[in-house]
């Protein structure tokens, strides 16, 4: 039954689950659908408008940033510049595009993680490839993670075991295709990892992502599994601290218990459906739909 006449679009990968299924429930609850491919949307901006496939965005009520890329890179924030542009005529973005830039570029992330002063594994930052060679002798093993990746791409396992010479030459290779080192201390982990999911800023369940036994990560693209999670009131409590750094309208932090306690990982600038589906049975495509409706419907309100 259609019972609001909102036009909410989502923006995503056409063809992919995540996006298909978020429109699905949009279309489900207002009769209306629009995904949105970002790579091909133009912005006028001495027209004040954005459009896709010949339709101006200004004419929607809402949009859904459900993923802007297949992979993260310095392309994402120029495209998230495109909707932060859209919010000028009045549509309301979920979450807001100057929110997601801060997260995508993993520094960024990690250095307001670390102001609020949330527990990371140790961590270098640096352009400098001695003082990156001298901490790895501090951390024994670590991963270099690119400031732009997601599950897991591009990271490298790094081990003081191999002997100056052969780190320096890895750090040679992976400095010709990233600008920084980003170094963090490789932590003993229990073979999983829990993903919190967070709703208009509050706590909806956790999934925990459980290693393959194929490779040092749980990431789902290398062989890791999804099952239910059920994390202690200190880690529930230091994901709300990690995600209030950030204005999201949904989101997952990834955090992982270790022997000197758990740590965060990340605050996720998109937040994914697919652990909570699996690993909870929680449908928050559909939550996340009927979240945005009743925003839509606050603001509406408001106005009258």
């Known amino acids: 039954m259609i019972n609001n006449p909102l036009k909410i679009a989502v923006v995503g990968i056409p063809g992919k689950w995540s996006t298909e299924v978020l429109a699905d429930e949009i279309e489900a609850l207002t009769g209306f659908r629009w995904v949105i491919d970002i790579e091909k949307v133009v912005a006028l901006l001495h027209e004040s408008s954005v459009r896709y496939q010949g339709r101006c965005l200004c004419q929607l009520d809402g949009i859904i940033i459900k993923k802007i890329s297949q992979t993260y890179s310095p392309t994402v924030i120029d495209r998230l510049e495109l909707l932060r542009f859209a919010e000028k005529c009045g549509v309301k973005v979920f979450s807001k595009p100057q929110e997601i830039i801060r997260l995508v570029d993993r520094m960024s992330c990690t250095i307001s993680l670390a102001k609020a002063d949330i527990p990371m594994p140790p961590t270098l930052i640096t352009e400098d490839i001695d003082a990156a060679l001298a901490q790895v002798e501090t951390f024994g093993e670590a991963i270099l993670k690119p400031l732009f990746s997601t599950k897991a791409r591009g990271m490298e396992v790094v081990k003081v075991c191999d002997g100056e010479k052969a780190i320096r030459k890895q750090f040679e290779s992976y400095y010709q295709q990233h600008d920084f080192f980003y170094l963090q201390k490789k932590l003993a982990l229990p ?9 208009g800023g509050e706590y909806r369940g956790a999934y925990a992502r459980v290693s393959g036994n194929t490779s040092w990560n749980t990431t789902i693209n ?12 200190e880690i529930i409590d230091m994901a709300q601290r990690a995600q209030s750094q950030f204005d999201l309208s949904y989101t997952t932090v990834d955090i992982a218990e270790t022997e000197d306690g758990p740590v965060c990982f990340e605050v996720s600038a998109f937040g994914g459906f697919k652990g909570a589906y699996d690993g909870l049975g929680l449908n928050m495509a559909k939550e996340y739909a009927q979240y945005v409706i009743q925003q839509l419907q606050l603001v509406t309100a408001q106005k009258a």
């Open 191 to 199: 073979g999983k990892d829990m993903g919190l999911v967070f709703l």
């Open 222 to 233: 290398d062989g890791g599994k999804y099952a239910e999670a059920h994390p202690s009131a």
